[in-house]
């Protein structure tokens, strides 16, 4: 069978540059904030310099109390502490935000070139101020990145590829500009307690200071005498096992930060599952903080590590929380999101008699929770994707494994991902992105807000698609009688399924060529009516003052005018002013004389046979369809409805959803599937899936009990 495959749409440079444009102008805002908080670490900066005095007296008391360690293993840490000063020089080069960068920089080459052993204070100085120095660094990385995203035409202008900093007030303080410091960013700040080992934490990362570690005593180093060797380490051992002992007592206190939107999030939640356990243990935590309160504190299912503002940002605006640690570059995702939505209810635009009361709503969540429901299958499958530039929705394709073809799955992926928006407000503008042909007034996709059909759909073997915040599922591919299809029909015995489908398909051969037909008689061929018929069709448009193409015209027009207001009012008054207007107005216009009563009788007919359609995107394309009927009906009468009739059957034979025919099972010609088309066969006869779907499992295995 051959498919059709759409080509992928080709962005023309105007939307290159815009692209282009925008992204640059968002990475100007993030380089602007970063170098905000770079300038907050700069050394002309007088908070910094205070900052750098406090640390300096902290680093000596530091100093004092391991000034008994060795004079062979502070000679390891300097030369490790030097080796890691130049490796930071040389990213120090490429990151100079100021003039007083490079004036410290130039000072700091010539003070190691004249003092290459320097004391323990200006180790522990350096390191401080090697600290400070990776955010610039960590920006060039972010940038690179940003630059390399600059060639993805693909949702560019929102990317964020900046890592988290090591300073958690800069991440807030990023966070804050970023989403305009928004009211309802809620930042809930708290402090820990921990039990680290001081030891360890000073001599940071030292490979001589961890090596060699004995149930927490100090690390045993390798000395020169090999005679006075064992003496001497005892000598270490017991100088300082008294000051590392007192080191293990001290508390810690470790500042931190919960982060959320206020209305995406569940309150509830983070009060109970993370504030609460948080401040509960809060002096239990020993070693790692971070790995401590993701594998034993938090109460939350899903939750997972970020190294990325990126990411940050977009568990923000999704309802998520954020915990934040100062000195960690890692935070932790909390799904906590649980803002108000809509309860369960009756589906509004497909009504039913039998059948099960329940219909999506715009929650993607509930809406598969839902499907899986309905469709216990262990071989159902989601596949996520992400549409919107800016929105980041989420849509989900939904079929099942070992039954939908291959090649329609991955036709349907592959258009899912050409799809380049800012914002998808529903399920629509990705059925007119995804759909063959744009030109077509007829549904490729299937609209439905019914759990129980999109089900019944999956184990035909076609593709469901649900979009985030639409309560309407896409289903694909179909033909052209899907649409004239309900899932109520399988509820009634097949005689009187069948007859509810022949009605169909007559009310669609009335609303769509009745009007042309009345038109076509009365104007070219009255000969065809009965004598009595035309004799009181032309006694009442006897004296009438336009034409029979003219009063269908306005007519019908007047009629879609009332239809559409009644759609727009409230509920309580709509029907009634719908009723009330269409007997008003078709009154007065044949007490008027404008029109006469046959076709007041004609135009109610066509309105109420177009209701019966079951899909309403097909009953919009058949009622434009009627007015193409009804003009070429006034210029060639019955030949001109024959001519659109021809040229609208080709072009449903050429027309394609999702590579598979539009027209199947009727061209091509399956046999066995026109047992569920315009009849519904006995349930135990339907045992095959359509076969113009080619699903890989055809058989329903469905005897309906019935010995073979």
């Known amino acids: 069978m051959r498919r059709f495959y759409r080509k992928v749409p080709r962005k023309n440079s105007t939307n290159k540059h815009q692209n282009s444009i925008n992204t640059q102008h968002t990475q100007n805002d993030i380089n602007g904030i970063q170098q905000e908080i770079n300038v907050q670490q700069c050394q002309c900066n007088p908070q910094f310099q205070q900052n750098q005095k406090a640390q300096h007296i902290q680093g000596t008391r530091n100093n004092l109390n391991n000034e008994n360690v060795g004079s062979q293993h502070s000679q390891d840490y300097q030369h490790t502490q030097s080796s890691i000063q130049s490796n930071q020089n040389i990213q120090f080069q490429q990151s100079i935000q100021c003039q007083c960068h490079l004036k410290n920089h130039q000072l700091q080459n010539q003070t190691q070139t004249q003092n290459h052993n320097q004391s323990q204070d200006n180790v522990q100085s350096q390191n401080q101020k090697t600290s400070q120095n990776q955010s610039p660094s960590l920006k060039q990385n972010g940038n690179a990145n940003s630059n390399a995203t600059q060639t993805n035409n693909q949702n560019v202008s929102m990317e964020i590829h900046v890592p988290i900093y090591k300073k958690m007030n800069n991440n807030i303080e ?20 921990t039990f680290n080992d001081n030891h360890e934490n000073e001599q940071g990362d030292c490979p001589s200071s961890r090596s060699g570690h004995d149930d ?11 005679e006075n060797n064992d003496s001497k380490i005892n000598q270490l051992n017991i100088i300082d096992e ?24 569940n309150t509830n939640i983070i009060n109970d599952n993370i504030l609460k356990t948080l401040q509960r243990k809060t002096n239990e935590f020993n070693g790692d903080i971070l790995d401590q309160i993701y594998q034993e504190i938090i109460a939350v299912t899903e939750t997972k590590r970020v190294n990325t503002l990126e990411q940050v940002v977009h568990a923000l605006l999704s309802g998520r929380s954020i915990f934040l640690i100062d000195g960690k570059m890692t935070a932790l995702d909390m799904g906590t999101a649980g803002s108000e939505k809509r309860a369960l209810d009756e589906p509004q635009s497909e009504a039913l008699i039998r059948g099960p009361r329940l219909a999506f709503i715009e929650s993607i969540e509930t809406n598969l929770t839902l499907i899986r429901r309905e469709l216990k299958d262990p071989n159902l499958r989601f596949k996520m994707h992400e549409v919107g530039r800016r929105s980041k929705q989420k849509i989900a394709v939904c079929y099942v494994e070992g039954i939908v073809n291959p090649d329609i799955l991955d036709e349907v992926n592959r258009r899912l991902k050409t799809i380049d928006i800012d914002f998808a407000p529903d399920s629509g503008v990705i059925e007119q992105w995804i759909e063959d042909s744009f030109l077509s007034p007829f549904p490729q996709l299937l609209d439905t807000e019914r759990p129980d059909r999109v089900s019944y759909n999956l184990m035909q073997g076609k593709v469901a698609i649900l979009v985030d915040g639409s309560p309407f599922a896409l289903i694909a591919p179909i033909s052209f009688v899907d649409a004239f299809l309900t899932i109520e029909d399988f509820s009634q015995r097949w005689i009187i399924a069948t007859s509810m489908r022949l009605l169909r398909y007559f009310s669609m ?25 035309t004799i009181s069709i032309a006694a009442t448009r006897e004296g009438g003052p336009l034409p029979a193409i003219v009063e269908v015209l306005l007519m019908a027009v007047t009629f879609e005018i009332l239809q559409e207001a009644s759609i727009r009012l409230p509920k309580v008054i709509g029907q009634t002013v719908g009723i009330v207007g269409g007997i008003v107005i078709g009154d007065v216009a044949v007490s008027a004389g404008i029109v006469g009563p046959a076709l007041v009788i004609v135009t109610s007919l066509t309105a109420m046979s177009s209701f019966t359609i079951p899909n309403y995107s097909m009953s919009i394309g058949l009622r434009i369809l009627r007015f193409i009927f009804v003009i070429a009906a006034s210029i060639f009468g019955l030949y001109g409805i024959i001519l659109v009739l021809i040229m609208i ?23 066995d599937a026109l047992k569920n088309t315009f009849i519904r066969a006995p349930i135990m006869t339907l045992k095959k899936r359509p076969p113009y779907l080619e699903p890989i499992d055809d058989q329903k295995v469905n005897s309906g009990g019935q010995r073979q």
């Open 649 to 671: 059957c080709i072009h449903i034979v050429n027309l394609k959803s999702m590579g598979t025919p539009y027209s199947g099972p009727f061209a091509p010609y399956f046999i």
């Open 242 to 265: 008294r000051p590392l002992e007192k080191a293990k007592q001290k508390k810690q206190k470790i500042h931190c930060s919960i982060l959320y939107l206020s209305g995406l999030s």
């Open 509 to 533: 051969f009335i609303a769509l060529f009745l009007p042309g037909l009345y038109v076509a008689l009365i104007s070219f061929h009255p000969g065809m009516l009965p004598t009595q018929l």
């Open 216 to 226: 927490g005593n100090l690390p045993i180093q390798t000395l020169s005498d090999p």
């Open 174 to 193: 990023f966070i804050r500009r970023l989403l305009g410091n928004p009211d309802d960013l809620v930042i809930r700040e708290l402090t820990l307690e």
